[in-house]
């Protein structure tokens, strides 16, 4: 009864600070992105997966017997660079993972433009 007794009484929860629940959403954050960022988002949705590895052993040993160029999609901007990234990642996973948004966090985007970045990604 005692459980019953503290559900009665009303106690509030304590509030959650925003290190504990990182991406909860106020309905009034805007979620606006850039005309770049927009064209980086629609750009990566058709990169493969493989395009946000290093080179392994073996692509390097032919670019460097042939002379190849490899085309690196590697993005000068950082920030764009790991929009890419999680695009890429959330494209064919099917989801943002944790350690994606929390990078795009560290590069300043807000937690509606993170929604809406995997949003973007995972539909066609």
Not at 19 to 48: G, K, N
């Amino acid at each position: 009864m005692a459980y019953r007794a503290t559900v009665r009484t009303g106690i509030d929860p304590q509030p959650v600070s925003p290190e504990i629940e990182p991406f909860r959403i106020t309905p009034m954050e805007p979620a606006s992105f850039s005309a770049l960022e927009e064209q980086v988002i629609v750009l990566a949705r058709s990169d493969r997966l493989g395009s946000i590895e290093e080179p392994g052993v073996v692509e390097r040993l032919v670019t460097k017997l042939f002379g190849l160029n490899p085309e690196r999609r590697a993005l000068a901007d950082p920030r764009l660079e790991t929009l890419r990234r999680a695009v890429v990642v959330a494209r064919h996973r099917h989801h943002l993972p944790d350690m994606q948004a929390a990078e795009l966090r560290e590069a300043g985007f807000s937690v509606a433009q993170i929604r809406v970045i995997e949003t973007k990604a995972i539909t066609v």
